[in-house]
């Protein structure tokens, strides 16, 4: 297992930071504030139905599965949820995590107060692995230990997808054709998949799957950011 330590990003939110790689799991610019510019204002509010099926390649430290549940909560709509991560952050790391806090503190979440969410946010990450979680009467969650490629992806199931995983930097094997076909298999058509990179690579492989892809500005740090739609 690799050396993690948790540090603080530009607007408050912790993150994990990987010292053998010099990478982390969010942007140092603000890790709920990328998480919100590319996976809510840019994947889940794109998505106009009650009921969202959602994959996210990455669980990582449950961030944006976290404020997906809270929009949920916004937008009254029903999610089922299902994060993949090789690696799970521990209890001992999670438990230090200030995402609550950082929300709160600088994100406009008055309709969220009656939630509790340093609560749920626990609930969430003290979930089993491996069944689907009843997190509240709208948010089922399924955390699955696994290698990407190794998940059995269903077929047509997924609206949206969140691609998190980390950069190509360190694991260019992630940002490949191989994956990507997986995922889209398991898409429905017309769904969504969201990411925060844009490099050139990543761009081609989706097109020659059939994805209709299109450049967004970034969030903070970073220039452009992917959507891809599944023809």
């Known amino acids: ?38 996976f809510i204002q840019n994947g889940l509010d794109k998505i106009p139905y009650k009921k969202i099926s959602v994959l996210e390649i990455g669980f990582g430290t449950g961030l944006n599965s976290f404020l997906t549940f809270l929009n949920a909560v916004k937008r009254d709509i029903q999610i089922i949820y299902t994060g993949l991560e090789k690696y799970p952050v521990q209890p001992s790391e999670y438990r230090l ?59 047509s199931e997924y609206d949206l997808v969140y691609f998190d995983a980390f950069g190509a930097r360190v694991q260019p094997e992630l940002w490949t054709s191989e994956l990507f076909e997986k995922i889209h298999f398991g898409m429905k ?28 500005a970034g969030p903070p740090g970073k220039r452009e950011m992917i959507n891809a739609i599944k023809k």
């Open 189 to 216: 058509t017309g769904g969504l998949l969201t990411t925060y990179s844009s490099k050139g690579s990543v761009r081609r492989a989706l097109k020659e799957l059939g994805f209709e892809v299109e450049k967004l």
């Open 97 to 155: 995590l200030n995402y609550s806090k950082s929300i709160i503190d600088n994100f406009n979440v008055a309709d969220y107060e009656v939630i509790k969410p340093d609560d749920l946010y626990q609930k969430m990450m003290d979930s089993n692995w491996g069944d689907f979680q009843e997190i509240n009467q709208i948010f089922r969650l399924k955390k699955v230990e696994i290698d990407f490629f190794e998940f059995d992806y269903p077929e």
């Open 1 to 38: 297992m690799l050396e993690r330590k948790l540090i603080s990003t530009d607007d408050g939110s912790a993150t994990i930071f990987i010292p053998e790689w010099n990478e982390s799991y969010h942007s140092k610019h603000g890790a709920v504030r990328e998480a919100i510019h590319v």
